[in-house]
Nanobody, 126 residues
């Protein structure tokens, strides 16, 4: 069992930056580096959208087309943490951002992630 808690959301003006963090709590004997980690977002009335993902070691990263070049995903396995640095934010980035963990190969599909956080709201004003 993995529990994920996101933080760092808030209100920011267009062009600004935010850094989201997600801390994982694991069962005894489990290790954070076992899991591929991802960030998704969901705006009102829209489906959950893939934002970014990172491999077990952090050596491979993947990004959704709408955020490439603006967002950066990273992980610290010693701290059981994954972060999402968001720069050049746009009003269309407004959404609830979710951290997710997957025990398996990379996937862009929310349905293939095993564990989810409660989400953190990001609002970008124009």
């Amino acid at each position: 069992q993995v529990q994920l808690v996101e933080s760092g959301g808030g209100l920011v003006q267009a062009g600004g930056s935010l850094r989201l963090s997600c801390v994982a709590s694991l069962a005894a004997g489990d290790t954070f580096s076992t899991y591929r980690m991802g960030w998704f977002r969901q705006a009102p009335g829209k489906e959950r959208e893939f934002v970014a993902a990172i491999s077990w070691s952090g050596g491979h990263t993947y990004y959704g087309d709408s955020i490439k070049g603006r967002f950066t995903i990273a992980r610290d396995n010693a701290k059981n943490t994954v972060t999402l640095q968001m720069n050049s934010l746009k009003p269309e980035d407004t959404a609830v951002y979710y951290c997710a963990a997957r025990y398996g190969p990379h996937s862009d599909y929310a349905s293939e992630y095993d564990y989810w956080g409660q989400g953190t709201q990001v609002t970008v004003s124009s």
